[in-house]
């Protein structure tokens, strides 16, 4: 999925995780950031893009509960996954540390000064200054530790994202200010990154899920692929025991299982799996028609190359 052509919706703007991963997964694209997940849906179903990328969970924090909610009504194929790494940065404005020429840097010295990281003696009074940390709240509470230990007096405040909190740093000339983004976001915005990867957990991780009206079928039998199916049950006593025994009896492993709420358009128990093999198994096939006898009602809503990040230092489960 690297075709330079294709235009893809986000979450946020640029220098957020959602856009880092749409340019890592289609590089040289075109990219529009958007305020709302049902709008980075409407955009590729409507044909303004060709994909839409959402976050659907991170090994730290859990499922995107408004991404699931969304999967019921959602008419485009899941066609991809990835699975993005996520190093938080602290940064500070590069403003408030380089827009001022000291007297002793020589004119010949000074693109190379505006160029240097911060010295020894600017990250002490960096941290001596900062007043204030903002950021996304998840970002804040993923990077706890390394608050608490070198910013313990710091104020956190919270943001509509980690781009948009380095987007405004980027506008002020301010010591007192800091924000944990990506270094991405920082390269993008031109901020001076005095930290990175402050995240408590250097496995962490966010999976994202590729959006399309085409259809990927599985190339060799051999190459990893997941199922993503949503289905309701009747509200008797051992519909999803039956449900899983299905899968279970026809050698199908599962790598994911979730739960839905039950609502006024979700009325039945409500869950979403993925199924660790492709549609075109003739397994999975045989299975379907067993697991249709035990369900209300089942939406395949795709079948994707599996991220080959899959179990390598990270909770999500390889497909086996």
Same mark, same amino acid.
């Given at each position: 999925m690297s075709d330079q052509k294709k235009k893809i919706s986000y979450l946020g703007i640029p220098g957020s995780y959602s856009h880092q991963a749409c340019a890592e997964m289609f590089p040289g694209g075109y990219y529009r950031g958007l305020k709302k997940f049902d709008q980075v849906i409407y955009a590729a179903d409507s044909g303004e893009t060709d994909y839409a990328v959402l976050p659907v969970e991170n090994s730290s924090a859990g499922r995107v509960t408004e =991404?699931?909610?969304?999967?019921? +009504? =959602?008419?485009?194929?899941?066609?991809?996954?990835?699975?993005?790494?996520?190093?938080h940065s602290l940064m500070v404005s590069y403003k408030a540390y380089r827009q001022w020429v000291p007297p002793s840097i020589k004119d010949d010295k000074i693109q190379e000064w505006k160029n240097s990281p911060l010295s020894e003696d600017e990250r002490?009074?960096?941290?001596?200054?900062?007043? $204030?940390?903002?950021?996304?709240?998840?970002?804040?509470? %993923?990077? &706890?530790?390394?608050l608490e230990k070198h910013l313990p007096s710091a104020k956190t405040i919270v943001d509509f994202d980690t781009a948009t909190?380095? %987007?405004?740093?980027?506008?002020?000339?301010?010591? $007192?200010?800091?924000?944990?983004?990506?270094?991405?976001?920082? %390269?993008? /915005?031109?901020?001076? =990154?005095?930290?990175?990867?402050?995240?408590?957990?250097p496995?962490?991780?966010?999976?994202?899920? =590729?959006?399309?009206? $085409?259809? *990927?079928?599985?190339?060799?039998?051999s190459e990893p692929f997941i199922t993503s199916i949503l289905f309701q049950t009747s509200h008797v006593p051992g519909s999803l025991i039956k449900v899983l025994q299905t899968f279970a009896d026809h050698g199908i492993n599962l790598t994911k299982l979730e739960t839905?709420?039950? &609502?006024?358009?979700?009325?039945?128990?409500?869950? /979403?799996?993925?199924?660790?093999? +492709? *549609?075109?198994?003739?397994?999975?096939?045989?299975?379907?028609?067993?697991? +249709?006898? /035990?369900?209300?009602? /089942?939406? *395949?809503?795709?079948?994707?190359?599996? +991220?080959?990040?899959?179990?390598?230092?990270?909770?999500?489960?390889?497909?086996?």
């Open positions: =991404v699931y909610n969304l999967l019921p +009504s =959602v008419r485009l194929k899941i066609i991809g996954e990835y699975l993005l790494p996520i190093h002490a009074v960096a941290f001596r200054s900062i007043k $204030e940390v903002v950021s996304h709240s998840q970002a804040l509470m %993923q990077c &706890s530790q390394y909190a380095a %987007q405004a740093l980027s506008w002020l000339e301010t010591k $007192e200010r800091a924000v944990i983004a990506s270094k991405h976001a920082a %390269q993008i /915005y031109n901020l001076m =990154v005095m930290d990175e990867n402050i995240e408590n957990d496995y962490n991780m966010t999976r994202f899920l =590729v959006f399309g009206k $085409e259809e *990927i079928h599985q190339q060799s039998a839905y709420m039950v &609502s006024q358009k979700l009325p039945n128990p409500t869950f /979403y799996v993925d199924i660790g093999t +492709s *549609i075109d198994n003739p397994a999975l096939k045989t299975a379907l028609k067993e697991f +249709s006898k /035990y369900t209300a009602e /089942y939406h *395949i809503l795709g079948s994707y190359p599996a +991220s080959p990040k899959r179990g390598d230092k990270n909770s999500f489960l390889p497909v086996m």
